[in-house]
C-alpha cells in the first residue's frame, strides 16, 4: 500500500502541492501518494487524531491551521518554534513532530540567485507577517552581514526582530528603507502587495543594478516589484522558488531522501500557465 502525505488547510482547494509532490515521488520511484483535505477549523483536532490512526507519514500544514495545529503535537522543532509556525509534520511510529520548512525553503530558492558571500549580504525585509516570520529567522541562520526589516505597521517589525532576528540586525521606516534601498544587496518582499492590485510595496528609485530581488508572491508571475526592479538592473525571482523548495524539504523529512526540485519547479510552472 502506498504511504500517505498531504495538505491541510482551509481552504486547499487551490493548491498546487499533489501535482509537485505526486510528480516527485513518482520521479524517485516511491510509493507514496499525496492528497488535499480540507479541515474546518473546529475539526483539527479529530483531523489530526485520524490521520495520526490512518498511519500518514505525514503532512503539510497552512492557513489557518500552522499555529493551532502546535498542541496537537508531540515535539515540536526548534525552528518551528522560533518561527511560531508548524507547515510540515513527521509521523514516527506514531509520533508527531512539527517543524517549518517555509523559511529554509525560501532561503534556499533564494541562494541559486546570490553570487557573493553571505557575510556580504545585507538584506531588507519588508513585511512583517507570518511568511516574514519565517523568511526573518532563516535568513538571520545564513549569517548575512544585516537584516533590516520594515512593515507598515512598526510594532509588528519590531517583534520580529526581537523574536527571531540578531543584535546587528534592525527595525527601519519604509521610507528609510527606500531612501537606503542603495545598501541593500537582498530586498526580499512578504508583503501580499502586488497579488490583488499592481502596486509596490515601496519606491525603488534608489535600488542598485545587480540587487536580489525576492517577492513571494507567484500569482501574478512578475508582480510590480518584481518588474520595476528588472527594469532597473535586478536579479528577481518570484514565489515559484519558495513553494517548491518548502516542499522539497518536506519530502525530504518524510522520506530520507531528496526530490527532483527542478521537476517540481516545472509542474508548479506548467500549472501556473
Ligand atoms: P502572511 O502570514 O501571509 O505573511 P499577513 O500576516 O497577513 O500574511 O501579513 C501580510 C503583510 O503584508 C504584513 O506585513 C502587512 O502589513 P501590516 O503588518 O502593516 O498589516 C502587509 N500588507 C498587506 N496589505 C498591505 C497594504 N495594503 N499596505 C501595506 N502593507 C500591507
Not at 50 to 58: L, P, S, T, V
Not at 239 to 260: H, I
Request: hydrophobic share 40%.
Amino acid at each position: 500500500m502506498r504511504k500517505k502525505v498531504g495538505l491541510i488547510g482551509y481552504p486547499v482547494s487551490h493548491s498546487m502541492s499533489p501535482q509537485m509532490q505526486n510528480g516527485a515521488f513518482e520521479k524517485a520511484g516511491l510509493s507514496y501518494v499525496y492528497d488535499k483535505y480540507e479541515v474546518h477549523p473546529d475539526q483539527l483536532a479529530e483531523a489530526v487524531g485520524d490521520m495520526r490512526e490512518k498511519g500518514f507519514a505525514g503532512w503539510n500544514v497552512t492557513i489557518p491551521h500552522k499555529q493551532a495545529i502546535m498542541p496537537y503535537l508531540d515535539e515540536i522543532a526548534e525552528d518551528a518554534l522560533k518561527i511560531g509556525a508548524v507547515n510540515t509534520v513527521v509521523n514516527e511510529n506514531g509520533k508527531l513532530t512539527g517543524y517549518n520548512t517555509d523559511g529554509a525553503g525560501f532561503v534556499k530558492g533564494l541562494m541559486r540567485h546570490v553570487s557573493f558571500p553571505m557575510e556580504e549580504a545585507k538584506v531588507l525585509i519588508i513585511g512583517a507577517g507570518g511568511a516574514s516570520r519565517a523568511i526573518s529567522y532563516a535568513m538571520g541562520k545564513e549569517g548575512p552581514k544585516t537584516i533590516a526589516i520594515t512593515n507598515r505597521t512598526m510594532e509588528k517589525a519590531q517583534d520580529i526582530f526581537s523574536e527571531c532576528l540578531r543584535d546587528q540586525d534592525q527595525v527601519i521606516s519604509l521610507q528609510e528603507a527606500e531612501e537606503r534601498l542603495t545598501d541593500f544587496n537582498i530586498v526580499i518582499n512578504t508583503t501580499s502587495i502586488g497579488m490583488k492590485e499592481d502596486r509596490l510595496p515601496l519606491r525603488v528609485n534608489h535600488l542598485k543594478a545587480g540587487t536580489v530581488v525576492s517577492d513571494i508572491i507567484y500569482n501574478p508571475f512578475k508582480t510590480a516589484l518584481l518588474k520595476e526592479s528588472e527594469k532597473r538592473g535586478a536579479i528577481i525571482d518570484n514565489g515559484v522558488a519558495m513553494l517548491v523548495f518548502q516542499g522539497a524539504l518536506s519530502f525530504e523529512k518524510w522520506t530520507g531522501v531528496a526530490p527532483d526540485a527542478s521537476l517540481m519547479e516545472k509542474i508548479v510552472i506548467e500549472e501556473l500557465g
